[in-house]
C-alpha cells in the first residue's frame, strides 16, 4: 500500500507529530518549511530530496526513482515513463499542476513528464496502487501528481516582491547541457511569473561493447562505436512559460498558466523511429529538418482556488494540443525515410469541494471530464515502392472523452483511528474515423474489413476505495486499503488495424522492438488492489524509521497480447507463433493477471558529532512478480528484485552520500513477446552538494566503478540498422546502461 501521511488539518488527534509523519520516507531527509504535508494515501517529495536529484539531467521522471514500489523505463532522453508496482503509462494518471496531459504518439515519445523540466518542480506526490477516488480515475496502478511552485503574494505591509533564479547542469556521459531561468513579480493582488528551460545532449555510451555483429549496423551515414547507444541524442527541447495570478480576495485564487515546448530532435534506441521533422521534394522524396521543431505542445491552464468557512472549492479548465513529427535519425539506415505525423487537442476540467462537515469528518465532491481529439497520419514517399501512393492514415478522427463524478468521506473516529471511503462512476467513450493505407494492393482488404465495422464503443467505469489507518502509539503505525479501478484502452489499443509487419511495428508503445495491432473487442481493465503495510519508528520519528508493505492486485481483461497466427491474418507466418528468438507480431487481447510484491524501506541515524556531522543509512527492498493467469506467462516489463543502499553525511550546508544498488538477474521474462533476458549488476554512486542561502551546487559520480549493465526495464535496441524491416536488426540486445559520468547541477536565486 502506498505510505499513509495524514494533513494535521484533517486528523487534529493524531498522537504522531506534525512533520514526524512515520509514512514519509524517500533516500534523503525531507525537510518541509510552510508546507502542507502529504495527504492521504501518498509519498511526497520535495525539498532537499528532488534539489540533490537534478543531477540526473532533464528527465523528470527519475525523480520518483527513490520512491518504494517505483521504477522507470527509459524511451528518450526526457521521456522516461514510470512504472508503479508492475504498472505503467496510461495505467497510471499521472498530472501536471493539476492538468491531465496526453501523448501523442504510436510509440508515446511525448508523456506526461516529459512535459515539465525537472528544474521547475517543487513537489511530487505518488499514488501507488490505491489512489483515492477524488485523485484517481480511468487508471488502475496508481496517480503521479508533479507540481511547480504555487504563486505568491505580498503582505499588506511590503511593497512589490520580486525574486530571479536560474540554473545550469551538465552531464559528462553524452555531454548532457541545460540552463534555466525564471523571474516572478508579486503585488497584494497580481502574481506574475516567468519561466524558461533548455536541454540538449549528445548519444550516451555504454561501459564496453553490447552490439552482435554484422553489417545490420553498417547502414547509418557513419561509423559508430559498439559502446555507443546510437540515437540517444537531444535537440533544441525548450519549454516556456508564462503565469498570470490574482488574489482579488483574501483566500480567493484565480490563476492562468499559457506554457509552450517545442523539442528539435529526441532519438529513442528501442523505437524504431525517432522524434524529427521532414519534408518532401519535388518528386516526394523525404530529408530531414532536424533544426525545425518536431514537437510543439501548447498549454493553457485556467485555476481557481478559494477557501471559504465550509472549506475549499476547486475548479479547473484546460487545453493541450500537440504537433509530432517522427522519422529515422540517419545514424539507423542512410538515405531512408518514413515520415509520420500525429495531431491531438485535449480539453479538460474539474469542479471540485472539500467540505469540513465536522472537526472529524471531510466531505470531497467533484466532477471532471477529459475530451481527447487524436489523429496520426503518415505521408506517401515517392512515386512507386511499398509507401506509395497515397497517406497512410493510422487513426483517423480518433476520439476518447470521459465524464465522471465522485464522492469520497474522510473521519477520524479517534485519536487512533482513521478511514476513507471513496466512490467514483463515469463513461468512456471512444470512436475513430475510417483509415486507408499507402495503397490498395497491399493495405485495401484491411482497411475496408475495418472500416466495415462499427467502432463506437461505450465503457461503464465504477470505483471504489476503502482506506484505513490505525496509530496505536506514537511509534507504530498500521495501514489497509482495497480498492476496485477501471481504465478503458486508449486508442492505440483499440484503433489500430493492419497487420503488415512495417506498419504494425510503427505501433508500439512499450518498447520491446515488437509489431503491435489493435483490437476493436477490448473491454475495459477492471483492477481489485488489497494492500498493508507497518511502520515503526521512534517517538519523534527522527533516529530510525522502518515500514513494510505488501501488495496483489488482480486484474480482469488485463490488456495483455497475443502472437498473431495465420488464422487472424495471412501475414503472420507459423514460424510467427514459435520463434524464440526473433521480433514478432502481437495483437492486444483481454486476458485476467495478477500481479503482487512488497516493499521494505527504512532508515537509521547511525551517529551525529559535533563539528563532524551526522550520518545516516537509509534503503529500499523492492520484489514484484506479474502473471498472465490465463497462459502462465509472466507480464512484461516487471521488475525484477532490487535494493537501493545509502549513506548520507551533512555538516552545515554540505551534503555528502554514497549510494548502492543492486537487482537481481530479469529471468521471469514475457515469453509471448520474447522479452530479453538481463542479467543482475550492481552500481554504486558518489554524490556531494553544498547549499547556500541563495546557492546550490551539486557533484555526482555516476557510476561511479564503470560498470557495464543492461537496463532491465529498457527495451530492445533497434537504434541502428534497417528499422522498417522487423527482424532485420538482430534480437537480443537489450538497451544498455550509461557508463561512468561525472555531473553537475548549480542553481542560484535571489
Request: glycine share 10%; net charge negative.
Amino acid at each position: 500500500m502506498t505510505l499513509l501521511a495524514f494533513p494535521t488539518a484533517v486528523f487534529p488527534r493524531s498522537p504522531v507529530a506534525p512533520g514526524n509523519e512515520p509514512g514519509s520516507l524517500a533516500l534523503d531527509a525531507v525537510t518541509v518549511t510552510g508546507e502542507r504535508l502529504a495527504p492521504i494515501g501518498a509519498t511526497r517529495l520535495d525539498g532537499q530530496t528532488l534539489r540533490g536529484r537534478r543531477t540526473r539531467g532533464n528527465d523528470t521522471a527519475r525523480l520518483l526513482e527513490d520512491i518504494p514500489g517505483v521504477s522507470t523505463y527509459g524511451t528518450g532522453a526526457i521521456s522516461s515513463l514510470p512504472v508503479i508496482w508492475g504498472l505503467a503509462d496510461d495505467r497510471l494518471r499521472t498530472r501536471v499542476d493539476g492538468v491531465e496531459l496526453e501523448a501523442a504518439c504510436p510509440n508515446h515519445m511525448n508523456p506526461a513528464l516529459s512535459f515539465i523540466d525537472p528544474s521547475k518542480v517543487l513537489h511530487v506526490q505518488v499514488y501507488a496502487g490505491i489512489a483515492p477516488v477524488s485523485v484517481g480515475g480511468d487508471s488502475i496502478g496508481g496517480t503521479i501528481e508533479v507540481n511547480s511552485a504555487p504563486p505568491q503574494f505580498a503582505n499588506a505591509d511590503e511593497g512589490v516582491l520580486y525574486d530571479a533564479r536560474m540554473g545550469f547542469t551538465f552531464r559528462g556521459n553524452g555531454n548532457g547541457r541545460a540552463k534555466n531561468m525564471g523571474f516572478s513579480l508579486a503585488t497584494q493582488v497580481l502574481n506574475l511569473n516567468f519561466e524558461q528551460s533548455f536541454a540538449e545532449s549528445d548519444n550516451y555510451h555504454a561501459a564496453r561493447n553490447f552490439k552482435l555483429d554484422g553489417l545490420w549496423k553498417s547502414l547509418g551515414e557513419r561509423e559508430i562505436p559498439d559502446d555507443e547507444v546510437a540515437v540517444s541524442e537531444l535537440r533544441g527541447a525548450v519549454n516556456r512559460e508564462l503565469r498570470v495570478a490574482l488574489r482579488p480576495w483574501q483566500d480567493h485564487i484565480i490563476e492562468m498558466r499559457v506554457s509552450e515546448q517545442s523539442l528539435d530532435v529526441q532519438g529513442f534506441p528501442n523505437q524504431r523511429m525517432d522524434m524529427v521533422s521532414s519534408a518532401p521534394d519535388e518528386f516526394n522524396f523525404f530529408s530531414l529538418r532536424p533544426n525545425e521543431p518536431a514537437n510543439i505542445n501548447n498549454i493553457v491552464n485556467l485555476n481557481y482556488t478559494g477557501d471559504f468557512s465550509w472549506g475549499e472549492l476547486t475548479a479547473r479548465a484546460s487545453r493541450q494540443t500537440q504537433r509530432h513529427s517522427m522519422d529515422m535519425l540517419q545514424d539507423r539506415f542512410f538515405g531512408m525515410f518514413m515520415p509520420m505525423i500525429s495531431r491531438s487537442t485535449t480539453y479538460g476540467g474539474e469542479v471540485a469541494a472539500s467540505i469540513e462537515v465536522s472537526d472529524r469528518d471531510i466531505l470531497r465532491l467533484g466532477i471532471d471530464y477529459q475530451d481527447y481529439s487524436y489523429d496520426d497520419v503518415w505521408p506517401a514517399v515517392g512515386d512507386f515502392g511499398a509507401m506509395c501512393c497515397e497517406e497512410f492514415v493510422n487513426i483517423r478522427d480518433g476520439r476518447r472523452d470521459r465524464l465522471a463524478s465522485y464522492a469520497e468521506w474522510e473521519r477520524a473516529w479517534n485519536p487512533h483511528w482513521l478511514s476513507q471511503l471513496g466512490i467514483r462512476g463515469g463513461t468512456v467513450t471512444s470512436d475513430a474515423g475510417p483509415v486507408q493505407g499507402y495503397n490498395d494492393g497491399l493495405y485495401g482488404d484491411e482497411a475496408a474489413e475495418f472500416n466495415a465495422r462499427d467502432r463506437h464503443r461505450i465503457d461503464q467505469h465504477l470505483d471504489a476505495t476503502a482506506l484505513l489507518r490505525f496509530t496505536p502509539t506514537t511509534r507504530q503505525t498500521y495501514d489497509a486499503g482495497l480498492a476496485r479501478k477501471t481504465r478503458s484502452p486508449n486508442l492505440l489499443e483499440r484503433y489500430t488495424w493492419t497487420y503488415e509487419s512495417m506498419a504494425s511495428s510503427m505501433n508500439n508503445f512499450v518498447g520491446d522492438g515488437n509489431a503491435y495491432v489493435g483490437n476493436l473487442d477490448l473491454k475495459p481493465e477492471i483492477a481489485y488492489t488489497a494492500s498493508a503495510s507497518g511502520a515503526w519508528h521512534d517517538s519523534h520519528a527522527t533516529t530510525w524509521n522502518l515500514r513494510i508493505t505488501g501488495h496483489v492486485t488482480h486484474v480482469r481483461d488485463f490488456i495483455d497480447a497475443e502472437r498473431c497466427t495465420p488464422e487472424l491474418s495471412i501475414r503472420c507466418p507459423e514460424a510467427n507463433v514459435t520463434t524464440d528468438n526473433e521480433f514478432v507480431q502481437l495483437r492486444y487481447v483481454n486476458q485476467d493477471a495478477r500481479l503482487y510484491g512488497i516493499d521494505v524501506s527504512g532508515s537509521r541515524l547511525l551517529g551525529n558529532i559535533d563539528g563532524v556531522g551526522s550520518f545516516t543509512a537509509n534503503g529500499i527492498l523492492s520484489y514484484l512478480r506479474g502473471q498472465n493467469l490465463e497462459t502462465g506467462d509472466n507480464l512484461f516489463q516487471i521488475m525484477p528484485l532490487n535494493l537501493r543502499l545509502g549513506l548520507t553525511h551533512r555538516l552545515a550546508g554540505w551534503t555528502m552520500a554514497v549510494d548502492g544498488q543492486l537487482v537481481a538477474a530479469k529471468e521471469n521474462i514475457s515469453r509471448v513477446r520474447n522479452e530479453i533476458v538481463t542479467p543482475g549488476f550492481g552500481l554504486l554512486h558518489l554524490r556531494a552538494g553544498y547549499e547556500w542561502k541563495n546557492a546550490r551546487v551539486d557533484l555526482e559520480l555516476e557510476n561511479a566503478l564503470n560498470t557495464f549493465y543492461r537496463l532491465p526495464l529498457g527495451g530492445a535496441y533497434v537504434g541502428q540498422g534497417n528499422s522498417m524491416a522487423l527482424n532485420a536488426i538482430p534480437w537480443g540486445m537489450a538497451v544498455p546502461g550509461r557508463a561512468r559520468s561525472f555531473n553537475v547541477a548549480v542553481n542560484i536565486s535571489y
